[in-house]
């Protein structure tokens, strides 16, 4: 499923999704966002509301955000390639933690 899905349809179990929130001004310039669910926020004390939380003192309500999409897992990594410097070290036979001479 990597298709967007009506917002009705997505996770409310702590599940981290992108979503579009075309409706919020929070991100005019690209409305998609990862996001959690977090039901009955404290501070509204109505207990049938919630909202998509992003990060620290920023959110969607649920009027902002019309679509969802599952995040797609990351891509296998082999190896980490070497920086340029342990490239250097290396062709020199050398250690990064040796000494200077």
């Known amino acids: 499923m990597s298709e967007w899905q009506p917002i009705e349809t997505a996770p409310t179990d702590g599940t981290r999704i992108l979503v579009y929130a075309p ?3 929070l991100n005019a310039h690209d409305p998609r966002d990862i996001v ?3 039901p009955n926020p404290p501070e ?4 049938d509301l919630g909202y998509w939380h992003i990060s620290p003192g920023y ?3 649920e009027s902002e955000v019309t679509h969802w999409a ?4 990351p891509p296998a990594v082999s190896k980490r390639p070497l920086t340029f410097l342990q490239t250097l070290a ?6 990064l933690f040796d000494p200077p001479q």
Do not use: A, D, E
């Open 23 to 25: 409706y919020s001004k």
């Open 36 to 38: 959690i669910w977090v």
């Open 44 to 47: 509204t004390r109505l207990s």
């Open 59 to 61: 959110c969607y309500w």
């Open 70 to 73: 599952p995040i797609l897992k």
């Open 90 to 95: 290396k062709k020199r036979h050398l250690s």
